[in-house]
């Protein structure tokens, strides 16, 4: 009986013993996560990363028109304030510029994160062998898109880069030294020129948002007039044209208005949904006047950049001093005057401080009350964009009555008359120029990337921006670039020693 | 404490007699020979009256000897134990018990797997005694052992009630996971801190074993204690043994205690008049138009105290009930605690329910039970802190003393910043609950195959359910809002089981003692968990996910596991107890690694020597007893992520989803998260240990000391990679190499009959260098929340984690000083940095070594003291050689809010700023701009000398004369006592307390604003049935 009891004992545990002596026992698989083998075997895979390419366009740092458009941009050019004096802020639009900025760090990092999740969607969507090959071409040229996108803010901000175009692992050399300008223009060029015979003009149902054909030839565009290859400008932009897709939109405001997103001036948005659930964004919190009642603003409300008195009395008036330019009347609200959506919200006649600091509100993105995150769309490339880069380049080529015809087209939307076609080239550069400042308040382009890119940045502040003198621009040696460029941000240095710094400025 | 008094109450040589025949036979007699803990003594030499050697016990304590004579005497000795005598007077089974010696070297410690005399020990281990932990009323054991062990660095990471610590063998090895390893009744559990949902006060992980539960603790801290612990034993092994039955003592003790606590110091903040003052200065400063509201700073005299609003004394309840009792089949303890403690940060506290059940079967001669199940139920409430802001207690040093206790914040923002809140009516607002619930236990059986050989299985399991409430109401306090009302429920769900069996064998035969065991363990744990976040309630007096907004709620929940399995073997071989040899080997294999590297060995040898033991050494001289050792092993850590072999894609996640279509359609999409390294393998460290135990005049003095270098190889490091490479998560690698090596000291000195009295003194030093980085650059350490200053620096020839910026040489007192070129955005006022390398450029080559956040030495003082029936426990602890990176001066010096408009409060230090008028050389200029970095920098500014010397705990206690007790069989023993914990601390650091533990060793020592530590003053009584 007990030697049966020990036999039992004994059988038990040799089984409990042989649990431990399988490998099977250790290899586990994780619950929540997909290992690399499970991974990119067929097209739902595919389209699966690419939506993360796409998701890295949402972070504020990325395509969400905040880190860009209104630190960077706008708040350098001096034609918004930004309200909160936060350190990093103050570094950029004082121009001091320290490589330790945290802003330029957190879109440096944010653009390879998205360049990083391309290149892995462009190498092994090649590699599958399940799925038919237009559609994998077509995700592709999505990702490539996407890479491209965020190379053109690399290469317009700090210069040559690191250009990196394949997928990288713990074992691959992340020493990697910056590439010279030209090649990141020419990596651009090469992935928009694919991308744009690979997408269809328009797409349709629950795909509307994606990349078209169109937001392809309109980025080259870009691309083309930075690097002042005027004739290509004009070829791409009459190609875009020819497409017959986009066009200006006869009301400034219903551009962005979240229920008409997507619309034909749209060439490339980042898309947003309102909500809880992190889909949306922050424009509607860092728009809306602090303090104001929450009926209006939903909530929380930061106002954290304003209009600034200067670029608000660089609108046209009639002989009253009453601004005629529609686009002021469609996106900004000042003292006493009615929001335009939410007529019962009235700027006071005494806007008070926390609110804004110049009595300027801008209501391009602030459309109604908004509880958490915001649904409108980010607007990156839209048409009016490219009328005017097409004016830029008829111009420089000597068509200059044809330049002046397309500023037209903006002027008209906008409720202004038309430019005499007798103004010289450069009467019609700077009205180019002036029509961007107008136009594009708080969205990517117009701004201090725009100036910078013809060298006309520091005439600018001059003679708009009214802290000019304590800018101190003699003491700062980086400006004096042509382009200015960024510093390289430190910590991208602490971990990669391969870079180096900029012209004047140091680690 | 290894040497430890001679318990009071136990009687020496005392002997137990069964049934007593005055026949005189010459017969064969058995028996047993115990310490006065139960615990059998092996190798206790029996001899007749005349010297002639009758035989030795064996592991199990037992003996036999032949040709004994009714009323012969034999005399039991033993190293370290007071010999008896006895005279036979019946051929029953004998139970010997021996005492100790003062200073005795020879207490039974547990190991590993098992159970070894001191003086057979050949690793190192240090030990912690019941009476030792009794003697500190502390609500955890960390606390209660911090400053008592040589090489062991105990640091709490926050005051919040129950809140965590930080514990640290020989130093950091690994940027990577660090704690030690915890083995309860030896079932290694998870010690890793409970976050309160919503806050970010954390509860220490090893709260769940009530203090008043425990029999020892051991460290152990070489590779030779530790190694049989293999994969997990890198970063040392605490073992914790609890209180079990005993045969024959049946005892009720019940133990409570009430005190209170408040802080022991409070840095001053600037009242309202100099707030004021200071603020029109700055903005005069700046040229900016000053508040007209503070015109006149006098008007406003003192204003509100925020520390005095927010902290308070705040009490403290502890009541221990425990029950033991058994005979020779069975053996039972049965614990049950409760303790409430408040925390000195209102609306912050900590209760806590335990209980325990150990019992002990013995079914036949050859087969005995075991087992034990414990439950502890922590409820706590927590605040948030928020990298400086909108954390209760930093707001009390940001928040304007002009306002009353309920006002809020709705001036202008040219002056106020508006991204505060009310401290007082924050905290009120806010409502973060914990429910933790942990049951744990064992169960094993053992049988005696033959004599000396044994098989034991035991199984373990140990279920933890943590669920967190995070309530926050809809309000609108002025600037700060919170549109709607949010709830959020979490819950934690999480099985660790273990199963282990060895077989042991132990022989004793002549002067050779042998004993071997061998074991196979595995082990899985598995963790779920889902969150829900609802927001817009009807009502918000009801509470539940159900009365939110159907359309605002949204759920998140995921899962892991772990798997270990584990072959384990050890031989210990001692000739006369004067050589002794060890080795031991432990094979892993862990789920966290890829198929090629799935499996580790960890061997160890070890030896010693009891030269006191030689014929040729005088025990009687100036010397009484003396060993040498040394040690060699190897441990593992695998504490790093699971399947870091290979590559993650997150699917599903905020990041990787996007919106497509005109209907806004949610897109899941996928990311990776981390690249995968397929050559990841296991972290080694290995560790050489020399010791030397000795013990002096008379066996009073004791003394132990030990030197040990630790190498760890293949550290397991996220290494920081390039910005470029776009990973989200850095992928795991096997880089570096760190060298901790360290000389501990304990000596002490005890005795005394009616003063009894025992001081002890130890100390370890430590120095921590890292050898190599692989081929990574530097690390930087994560950058402090706001700042853009990373929080420590790694780097080949330094320590890790140290503090690295610039030198501050002092101020410019004029703008003529300044060199433009070297600093071109400053003006006079502002800090004068050093251009260490001479170039001329203020460049990252000018950023040294400032500092470190580790102690050179760490040092303890224990004083017991009693007389009569009054006894006395003063316990000092103290670091030195360490630094504090006192980044809270960051929110607590410029007055201009660092993360928007208008200022806040600050420190009352900022009065020596620098003006004009007075010049100054510590604080720069109060201005509203910080062109110049004075603060974005990290500095010599911010790094502060963080040595210190604390008496941890002061207690006099006055136990009542046992012959009061006479007349009643109730009341065994009673004792009363008071206790003072942090009674004073001498430290030059300018924070709240320079304590500042925290789990991350590149985020060390960095103080943004720590919960502070508390002192506490306690009454306690302890009562035995």
């Known amino acids: ?507 | 404490m290894f040497f430890a008094l001679v318990k009071i109450g136990y009687a020496a040589g005392e002997i137990e007699k069964r049934r007593w025949t005055p026949e005189s036979i010459q017969q064969r007699l058995k028996g047993r020979v115990v310490d006065d803990s139960g615990q059998a003594i092996s190798g206790v030499t029996i001899s007749a009256k005349d010297g002639r050697s009758l035989g030795v016990t064996n592991q199990e304590g037992i003996f036999e000897v032949v040709g004994v004579n009714m009323g012969d005497t034999l005399s039991f000795s033993y190293i370290g134990y007071v010999p008896n005598e006895i005279i036979v007077s019946n051929f029953e089974t004998l139970q010997v018990v021996m005492t100790t010696q003062q200073g005795n070297i020879d207490e039974v410690v547990v190991v590993g797997y098992g159970t070894q005399r001191r003086s057979e020990m050949t690793g190192s281990i240090s030990s912690v005694k019941s009476s030792d932990l009794e003697k500190v009323a502390a609500p955890s054991f960390t606390s209660a052992i911090q400053g008592k062990v040589p090489g062991v660095t105990i640091s709490q990471t926050t005051g919040a009630p129950g809140g965590a610590s930080s514990v640290r063998i020989r130093g950091v090895g690994t940027t990577g996971g660090n704690q030690p390893l915890y083995v309860i009744d030896g079932f290694p559990v998870g010690g890793s801190n409970i976050a309160i949902n919503g806050s970010t006060d954390n509860i220490d992980g090893m709260s769940i074993v009530n203090p008043n539960d425990i029999e020892s603790i051991e460290i152990l801290k070489d590779a030779a204690a530790a190694s049989i612990y293999g994969a997990r034993a890198a970063n040392g092994v605490i073992l914790i043994t609890t209180k079990r039955g005993k045969e024959g003592v049946t005892s009720a003790d019940l133990h409570a205690y009430t005190g209170f606590q408040n802080l022991w110091r409070q840095p001053k903040f600037l009242d309202a008049e100099q707030f004021t003052t200071l603020a029109n200065e700055l903005y005069q400063n700046s040229n900016m138009a000053t508040n007209p509201e503070w015109e006149n700073p006098s008007s406003f005299g003192q204003g509100t105290n925020w520390m005095d609003e927010v902290f308070r004394t705040a009490p403290m309840y502890n009541v221990d009930l425990s029950l033991t009792g058994g005979n020779q089949i069975i053996r039972n303890a049965l614990s049950l605690g409760y303790r409430d403690q408040q925390g000195t940060l209102m609306e912050t506290w900590n209760k806590r329910y335990t209980g325990r059940a150990n019992v002990d079967l013995t079914a036949t001669d050859r087969l005995n039970f075991g087992g034990s199940l414990a439950f502890s139920y922590i409820q706590g409430k927590g605040q948030r802190n928020e990298d400086f802001r909108l954390g209760i207690f930093n707001l009390a040093q940001q928040f304007y003393p002009t306002l009353g206790r309920e006002d809020v914040v709705s001036g202008s923002s040219a002056f106020y910043s508006t991204q505060g809140d009310n401290p007082y009516l924050r905290a009120k607002s806010m409502e973060n609950y914990l429910n933790n619930l942990r049951l744990y236990g064992n169960a094993f059986g053992e049988f005696e195959i033959m004599e000396g050989l044994k098989f034991k299985s035991s199984i373990g399991l140990d279920f933890i359910s943590n669920r967190g409430t995070a309530w926050q109401p809809k309000v609108q306090r002025g600037f700060y809002t919170n549109p709607q009302a949010v709830l959020s429920e979490r819950q934690d769900q999480g099985l660790n089981w273990l199963i282990e069996n060895t077989l042991s064998y132990n022989k004793t035969f002549d002067r050779h003692n042998l004993s071997l065991i061998v074991g196979q363990t595995a082990q899985k744990n598995t963790n779920d968990w889902i969150s829900i976040t609802a927001r817009e309630f009807q009502n918000e007096t009801i509470r539940v996910i159900n009365t939110s907004s159907e359309s605002e709620r949204r759920g998140t929940g995921t899962g892991s596991m772990y798997t270990l399995a584990s072959y384990l073997g050890r031989a210990n071989y001692s000739f006369d107890n004067k050589y002794l040899f060890s080795a031991s080997i432990r094979r892993d294999g862990s789920s966290n690694f890829g198929p090629s590297y799935k499996w580790g060995n960890f061997p160890s040898v070890s030896a010693g020597w009891n030269i006191s033991e030689e014929s040729f050494f005088n025990a009687d001289g100036a010397i009484n007893s003396l060993k040498v050792r040394a040690s060699w092993g190897q441990l593992g850590n695998d504490a790093i992520g699971a399947f870091g072999y290979s590559s993650t894609f997150g699917l599903g996640r905020v990041a990787d989803n996007y919106i497509l279509g005109p209907d806004q359609r949610l897109i899941t999409g996928a990311g990776m998260i981390r690249p995968g390294n397929s050559d990841l393998k296991w972290e080694t460290s290995e560790q050489w240990n020399f010791g030397i135990d000795a013990t002096f005049m008379n066996g009073e003095g004791y003394l132990t000391a030990e030197y040990y270098v630790k190498d760890t190889r293949d550290m397991l490091v996220s290494l920081p990679v390039s910005l470029e490479a776009g990973f989200e998560s850095a992928p795991s690698v096997n880089g570096g190499r760190i060298r901790n090596s360290g000389f501990e000291l304990l000596v002490g000195y005890g005795g005394g009959n009616e003063f009894q009295y025992d001081v002890s003194v130890n100390l370890s030093t430590l120095k921590n260098e890292v050898l190599s980085l692989g081929a990574g650059n530097p690390i930087s350490g994560p950058v402090v929340g706001f700042t853009s200053m990373n929080s420590s620096y790694t780097e080949v020839g330094l320590p890790i984690g140290y503090f690295r910026g610039y030198v501050v040489e002092g101020i410019y007192q004029s703008d003529e000083e300044i060199d433009k070129t070297f600093q071109p955005n400053a003006s006079a006022g502002d800090f004068k940095f050093k251009d260490v390398n001479g170039d001329n450029v203020l460049s990252d080559e000018d950023r040294v070594m400032l500092g470190s956040p580790w102690p050179t030495l760490t040092y303890g003082m224990n004083i017991d003291l009693s007389y009569k029936n009054f006894d006395l426990n003063l316990m000092l602890q103290g670091v030195s050689g360490n630094d504090i990176f006192h980044v809270n001066k960051f929110s607590t010096y410029p007055i201009k809010y660092f993360g928007g408009s208008g200022v806040i409060n600050a420190s009352a230090d900022v009065l020596d700023r620098w003006t004009p008028e007075n010049g100054g050389n510590t604080v720069p200029i109060l201005k509203y701009t910080d062109l110049n970095g004075n603060y974005a920098n990290l500095s010599s500014f911010y790094i502060e000398d963080g040595s210190y010397l604390r008496l941890r705990n002061f207690t006099l206690g006055y136990t009542l004369p046992q012959g009061l007790f006479e007349n009643t069989n109730m009341l065994k023993r009673l004792r009363v006592y008071t206790s003072i914990q942090n009674l004073f601390t001498f430290t030059k650091y300018s924070g709240f307390d320079p304590e500042i533990g925290d789990t991350n060793p590149l985020a060390s020592g960095v103080d943004n604003g720590v919960y502070p530590m508390p002192r506490t003053y306690m009454f306690g009584v302890k009562v035995g049935f």
């Open chain 1, 1 to 507: 009986m007990i030697m049966k009891y020990i036999h039992n004992t004994f059988l038990f545990f040799a089984t409990l013993l042989c649990l431990a002596c399988s490998d099977d026992f250790l290899s586990l698989s994780p619950k929540d996560t997909l290992i690399e083998d499970e991974f990119f075997l067929n097209i739902s895979d595919a389209e699966a990363a690419l939506t993360g390419v796409y998701a890295t366009l949402q972070k504020e740092e990325a395509f969400s028109n905040v880190r860009d458009a209104a630190d960077i941009e706008w708040a350098i050019s001096g034609d918004m304030y930004e309200m909160d004096g936060s350190a990093n802020r103050i570094e950029l639009h004082s121009l001091t510029l320290p490589s330790t900025n945290t802003i330029l760090r957190d879109v440096y990092s944010a653009a390879y994160q998205g360049i990083s999740r391309a290149n892995v969607v462009v190498a092994k969507v090649v590699e599958m062998e399940e799925g038919d090959e237009e559609t994998k071409n077509q995700i592709i040229a999505q990702a490539k898109f996407i890479r491209a996108l965020f190379y053109y803010r690399l290469v317009t901000y700090f210069g040559g880069v690191p250009l990196i175009t394949e997928p990288l692992d713990a074992n691959s050399d992340l020493q990697i030294p910056r590439a010279t300008t030209e090649a990141v223009w020419q990596q651009i060029e090469n992935d928009l020129n694919e991308a744009k015979d690979v997408l269809p003009a328009t797409w349709t149902g629950n795909d509307v948002g994606r990349v078209t054909s169109g937001a392809c030839k309109a980025l080259l565009n870009k691309a083309y007039l930075w690097q002042e290859k005027f004739d290509d400008v004009i070829a791409i932009s009459e190609s875009l044209f020819e497409e017959e897709v986009y066009t200006l939109l006869p009301d400034y405001r219903s551009i962005f208005m979240e229920e008409n997103e997507n619309n034909a001036e749209i060439l490339f948005s980042t898309q947003f949904r309102e909500g809880v659930d992190a889909e949306g964004n922050n424009l509607v919190k860092r728009t809306a006047p602090r303090g104001a009642p929450a009926e209006f603003t939903g909530g929380a409300a930061w106002s954290n950049f304003v209009p600034q008195q200067h670029w608000v009395d660089a609108h046209e008036t009639d002989g009253s001093g009453r601004i005629i330019d529609k686009r002021y009347w469609a996106a900004i609200i000042g003292p006493g005057e009615h929001h335009q959506d939410m007529s019962a919200f009235v700027m006071p006649d005494n806007v008070p401080a926390g609110w804004s600091h110049s009595g300027y509100i801008m209501t391009k993105y602030w459309q109604k009350p908004t509880l958490n995150n915001s649904g409108v769309n980010a607007p990156v490339i839209r048409f009016a964009e490219i009328v005017l880069n097409y004016a830029e380049a008829l111009n420089e080529r000597d068509r200059t009555e044809e330049a002046i015809n397309q500023v037209n087209k903006i002027r008209d939307r906008a409720g202004l008359a038309d430019l005499p076609l007798t103004l010289s080239k450069t009467e019609t550069l700077d009205a180019i120029f002036k029509e961007r400042r107008m136009e594009f308040i708080w969205e990517p382009t117009g701004g201090f990337s725009d100036l910078n890119r013809r060298g006309r940045f520091l005439d600018f502040i001059e003679a708009e921006r009214p802290n000019f003198p304590s800018l101190n621009v003699n003491q700062k040696p980086w400006l004096q670039t042509q382009p200015i460029l960024f510093p390289i941000p430190r910590d991208a240095w602490d971990r990669n020693k391969a870079l180096e710094q900029n012209p004047h400025y140091t680690f």
